[in-house]
């Protein structure tokens, strides 16, 4: 079947009208207390982890439970809490067998909610998602390619309260924009837990394969309880069922193998089938390749990809393309099966002048960084307002990672921290994330500073600490004082893993907590690999299941499975799932864009 890019309105006005029958999620008070925004409907995500001689249970707290919720746990029909469980969502059942079947009910007012029971799900020490691997093939030029696991994300595709896994698959011949050569096509799959594999989509030979070509986002646009997957896509590329955009028969790679020419197209996809609900024509087209700072195709397909609630109340899709110097960002919205394009901001633009180019990274975030209940576009040395008019540009110019979150809790509002590509730019800097104004810098380390990360990995300082590449020692993310000589042993990921308010250190597949005298090893993933080269992160890190702490999944060295791993350390701090804090579910929705970064919420838990 081929599908018409612009008359896709039909097939997505049947998907909407069968979503108008799934309940609405439940609306969570945005951190101003501005204008509500869904957030996923979601379920207990009960978890049972074997953990030496028994199981360690794990499971959610929600925003909308009352304040005061309690839980009964019962392993295989029998009550094992002595009183209802109304502090922290975990529990440590010693000596039970290892296939004991475990449920947990609400109890509010003193009453237990008897038909309010959900199942867990079970771990050994962690839990296989068996994977289906594609199968090689052979370029033009002869060379044969294979398939790796590479980033993952969730998002609740059925509606049952459970996050689904979309993966992305890699060609062997996976390029760098700036290498020439042909490669295999890109796949998206989605999977259960279960390893149940719901459909696959093929991006087709005019989608050319590498980290900065495809940034996918699953999220429900629509409202109606069920994810969509939303992606830029071309002539062939190939639905869930079988539909084909375009002209299957196109072919518009040339001898170097670059996709310089041909229609662009940004497709809908629906979560349940991966059926095709809408297409539009790609905002910006490539137009003139030398426009975007070379000749051959490089700068032209550096693309990035997030979810922002621009109104406030419902989420846009965000597709981005440049940050080397030109840099065009839309906001398009998937509603009523039909895709809208709200804005676009383009730094080429009169109203903007030269002052907006160069300023991207390899990734973008998305927050509410004036309050006011609407989501900005954080674009590495710029953001973007809600209504699409440049917020702020602060003067320095790209890097290669990123942190937006409340990092200095003294102070109001989030702050951003970036290192710099640029010599003639400070080596790193914290900026408050409203004004791009820089609260504290390091002079210029005379090179590239490719890494660095802010997040509070040690309770020796308050508030966040900061590191990165070329700067000594770990700073105060405050005032960028040193607090400690040595630097944390990755620049990396960061996690919520043990019981404390700190993260710990997430680098290949290795979780490490900091200390002053050395990292001490918490968790070395057995028979995974990394993603992504050097950058060696995970197809995903996120609170996908059990208590607010978070999974890390890894793929299996053979590619046969991905492998979440679970934290069986108890802790006592009591709250929400972090997915229901809109700023790190938007997180989690980007977290496969460009270069990895770890998810941030829009609070300090300590």
Not at 22 to 42: E, F, K, S
Not at 189 to 207: E, F, K
Not at 289 to 314: H, I, K
Not at 446 to 457: E, H, P, Q
């Amino acid at each position: 079947m081929r599908v018409n890019p612009r008359a896709c309105s039909a097939v997505a006005a049947i998907g909407a009208l069968l979503g108008a029958l799934v309940v609405t999620p439940p609306a969570q008070a945005d951190r101003a207390g501005a204008p509500l925004a869904t957030v996923d409907a979601l379920d207990r995500g009960l978890v049972s982890i074997r953990a030496g001689d028994g199981n360690f249970l794990s499971w959610r707290r929600l925003v909308s439970d009352p304040a005061d919720i309690a839980f009964n746990l019962y392993r295989d029909g029998t009550k094992v809490n002595a009183a209802p469980i109304s502090g922290a969502t975990n529990y440590r059942d010693r000596a039970a067998a290892a296939d004991a079947v475990y449920t947990v009910r609400t109890v509010s007012g003193g009453v237990e909610r008897a038909g309010d029971q959900e199942r867990a799900i079970p771990f050994a020490e962690s839990r296989d998602v068996p994977l289906q691997l594609p199968p090689g093939g052979t370029t033009p030029s002869g060379e044969s390619y294979s398939y790796t696991a590479n980033d993952a994300s969730v998002g609740d595709l059925n509606g049952d309260g459970q996050y689904e896994i979309v993966l992305k698959w890699d060609p062997s011949n996976a390029k760098d924009n700036s290498q020439s050569g042909y490669t295999g096509n890109t796949y998206l799959d989605a999977y259960q837990l279960n390893g149940t594999r719901l459909w696959r989509i093929d991006l087709g030979r005019n989608i050319r394969s590498g980290a900065h070509y495809t940034q996918f986002q699953v999220f429900d646009y629509d409202g109606d309880g069920r994810a969509e997957v939303a992606v830029k896509t071309a002539d062939g590329t190939r639905s869930g069922t079988g539909q084909v955009i375009g002209n299957a028969n196109a072919d518009h790679r040339n001898s170097s193998g670059y996709v310089l020419a041909g229609p662009e197209f940004l497709s809908v996809f629906r979560g349940t089938d991966g059926a095709v609900l809408a297409t539009a024509d790609f905002v910006p087209p490539r137009g003139n390749v030398g426009g975007w700072g070379d000749s051959y195709g490089n700068r032209v397909d550096r693309f990035l990809a997030g979810t922002a609630y621009v109104d406030g109340s419902r989420p846009s899709i965000i597709m981005a393309r440049g940050y080397y110097t030109r840099s065009v960002i839309s906001a398009w919205d998937f509603r009523g099966g039909s895709l809208t394009r709200r804005w676009t901001f383009d730094s080429n633009s009169s109203t903007n002048g030269s002052a907006w180019t160069g300023k991207g990274n390899h990734q973008l975030s998305v927050a509410d960084v004036d309050g006011d209940g609407r989501d900005e576009i954080m674009y590495g040395s710029m953001a973007i307002d809600d209504n699409g008019a440049g917020l702020w540009q602060n003067n320095t110019h790209h890097g290669d990672a990123y942190h937006v979150s409340d990092l200095i809790p003294s102070r109001a509002g989030l702050e951003v921290f970036k290192p710099s590509e640029s010599t003639s730019d400070p080596a790193h800097w914290m900026g408050d994330a409203r004004t791009g104004q820089i609260i504290w810098s390091a002079p210029s380390c005379g090179s590239d500073n490719g890494r660095g990360v802010a997040a509070d990995v040690w309770s020796g300082n308050a508030g966040a600490e900061a590191w990165s590449s070329c700067v000594a020692g770990l700073r105060s993310g405050t005032n960028g004082s040193q607090v400690a000589a040595r630097k944390p042993g990755s620049t990396n990921f960061v996690i919520w893993w043990d019981g404390d308010a700190q993260r710990e250190l997430l680098d290949g597949t290795n979780i490490d907590k900091y200390g002053t005298g050395g990292d001490t090893r918490l968790l070395t993933g057995s028979g995974v690999a990394s993603n992504n080269g050097t950058k060696s992160t995970p197809a995903l890190s996120a609170d996908i299941l059990g208590d607010w702490r978070e999974e890390v999944i890894w793929r299996t060295s053979d590619n046969r499975a991905l492998r979440i791993y679970s934290t069986t350390d108890s802790t006592n701090i009591n709250r929400p799932s972090l997915m229901q804090d809109r700023q790190y579910r938007l997180a989690v929705a980007w977290q496969n864009t460009g270069y990895n970064q770890p998810p941030h919420p829009s609070f300090a838990i300590g």
